[in-house]
């Protein structure tokens, strides 16, 4: 991997007992590959303490968000100021991945609602912004968060898979949206497509890692390195140069998470 230009994976889980055998080589790969800082997730109050552990053990290199997520309808609901004290421990940047699910989940989803309601809400009391988990929500999903303001906090939409009028609302909205592995699929030329409408400036990487690995690793546990091949396949879709993909997408997570680290990215 060309490690000259700088890239960060937005949104992975190295809390996941994927990764229980050898964390710290990945993380030792990360750095090797010239990765400043990952954006890592924790989805439940049992993932919480191992991730605080992390961004203990990693400080300044390893930055964590959390929220219980949409699929889980049976676990505790946290009230939003313990959200919010939580998005404000040392390392943590976000509060999510929160949102709605309607390809796991079905009617009635009231529950679902509320949560990713007061989620917003408690993001907006942290000053922090949200990642989105939206499947097969889309529409939906961006109508609460407009009518929650939530553009105020700042939000992305992860693991995108809507189409390119819904990808265009969310920039139009003030959002971001982040692609994962799934964009280098050979079935997703649609979603490349949409890769190729929105401005670069309004786009992250990801994998969701050790999920969604990109193709060649379909298939195999996913790992933040792989976020470099889904910004190759956007500078495939736009006909760009991987590397500018690579500026922008990390200037973009830089400012959007407010990450305190220094970027030493040539223009040249």
């Keep these: 991997m060309n490690a000259a230009i700088p890239f960060i994976d937005t949104h992975c889980h190295l809390t996941d007992k994927a990764f229980d055998a050898d964390r710290a080589e990945v993380i030792d790969r990360m750095r090797a590959a010239g990765m400043p800082a990952a954006v890592t997730i924790a989805c439940s109050d049992d993932e919480l303490p191992k991730l605080r552990e ?10 964590g968000a959390w929220a219980v997520h949409p699929e889980y309808p ?25 949102g709605l699910d309607f390809y796991w989940c079905k009617e009635p989803l009231d529950w679902q609602r509320e949560r990713f309601r ?3 809400r408690a993001a907006k009391m942290a000053e922090k912004p949200l990642i989105i988990h939206a499947r097969d929500a889309e529409a939906e ?53 949409v890769a190729a409408a929105i401005p670069l400036e309004r786009l992250m990487i990801e994998t969701d890692a050790p999920y969604m690995a990109p193709v060649p690793w379909r298939g195999k546990r996913s790992e933040p390195i792989h976020s470099r091949r889904v910004a190759e396949t956007i500078a495939e879709a736009k006909g760009l140069e991987v590397e500018a993909v690579l500026r922008q997408t990390t200037e973009n997570a830089v400012q959007f998470f407010r990450l305190p680290i220094g970027l030493a990215v040539s223009n040249d």
């Design 118 to 120: 007061r989620h917003i």
């Design 74 to 98: 049976d676990h505790r609901e946290a009230d939003e100021d313990e959200i919010a004290r939580c998005a404000s421990e040392p390392g943590m940047v976000a509060v999510g991945e929160t």
């Design 54 to 63: 992390l961004l203990r053990a990693y400080p300044g290199y390893l930055f």
């Design 141 to 193: 999903a961006l109508e609460i968060l407009k009518a929650e303001k939530a553009a105020e906090a700042g939000f992305v939409m992860h693991c995108f898979c809507g189409t390119a009028a819904t990808a265009r609302d969310v920039v139009d909205a003030g959002g971001f949206v982040s692609f994962t592995g799934n964009l280098t699929f050979k079935r997703n030329d649609a979603l490349r497509a």
